[in-house]
């Protein structure tokens, strides 16, 4: 069926280190994704989006990569700072539905 | 402020007493869309509203009802909750083609 899911489930990183948070999609129409962060006690929040026209894009110190022949999603946080722990979703969305969302990885900043 | 509001933020309630989760958006937003969140389960839908009076089941509505009447709300129903329906509730919104916004979530739990 279709899903998205997290190559790693936990992630942690010393401060100051770029973050790379992976993801799987299964549905080659999707043509839509999201990146959430959500933090502790609080709702998802967009970070970022790209559409499967594109292969990269940049926001402020993320940006997220799209590979669409291995189905392949990536979040790069640069310079990461404590208030970037979290739990990251990627979320699809195939043509004309809704989103689907995976399990999530937990990034966590050491000082 | 863009926003969606849900309130309340926690409750506690006994088991079949009905209940209501107000969702409000003030970003004129065609789809509105309920989550629940448990752990190892990640976020599941309940219910869409893809326009006002158009509502359609999500992945696991049984036990919940929503209505439309208005663009900007969205209530959750609990007709008789119970303890399985403990869990944190998502109230989110979009705009066709852009990414969802959500609430700051309500922690339900049923006793």
């Known amino acids: 069926g279709e899903s998205v899911g997290l190559h790693l489930p936990t992630l942690s990183v010393q401060e100051g280190d770029n973050s790379i948070i992976n993801c799987a999609y299964s549905?080659?129409?999707?043509?839509?994704f999201i990146w959430y962060k959500q933090e502790s006690g609080k709702g998802p929040q967009f970070i970022i989006d790209i559409r499967s026209n594109m292969d990269k894009r940049q926001g402020q110190r993320v940006t997220v990569l799209l590979n669409k022949t291995v189905k392949h999603l990536s979040l790069q946080i640069a310079a990461t700072q404590p208030g970037d722990s979290a739990v990251y979703f990627c979320a699809e969305r195939p043509q004309g539905g809704k989103l689907i969302f995976g399990q999530g990885t937990e990034l966590s900043v050491k000082p | 402020e863009a926003q969606v509001t849900q309130n309340p933020r926690y409750l506690i309630t006994v088991t079949g007493k009905k209940l209501t989760v107000t969702c409000s958006q003030n970003?004129?937003?065609?789809?509105m869309s309920w989550y629940r969140q448990d752990p190892g389960l990640g976020l599941r839908q309940i219910y869409y509203s893809m326009n006002v009076e158009v509502t359609d089941k999500g992945d696991v509505p049984e036990g919940y009802k929503v209505s439309r009447k208005e663009k900007r709300n969205f209530p959750l129903i609990l007709e008789s909750p119970s303890p399985n329906q403990t869990s944190l509730y998502f109230c989110?919104?979009?705009?066709?083609?852009?990414?969802?916004?959500f609430g700051s979530g309500t922690r339900l739990t049923v006793v």
């Open positions: 989110a919104s979009s705009s066709q083609g852009s990414g969802y916004t």
């Open positions: 970003m004129n937003h065609e789809y």
């Open positions: 549905n080659s129409a999707s043509d839509y």
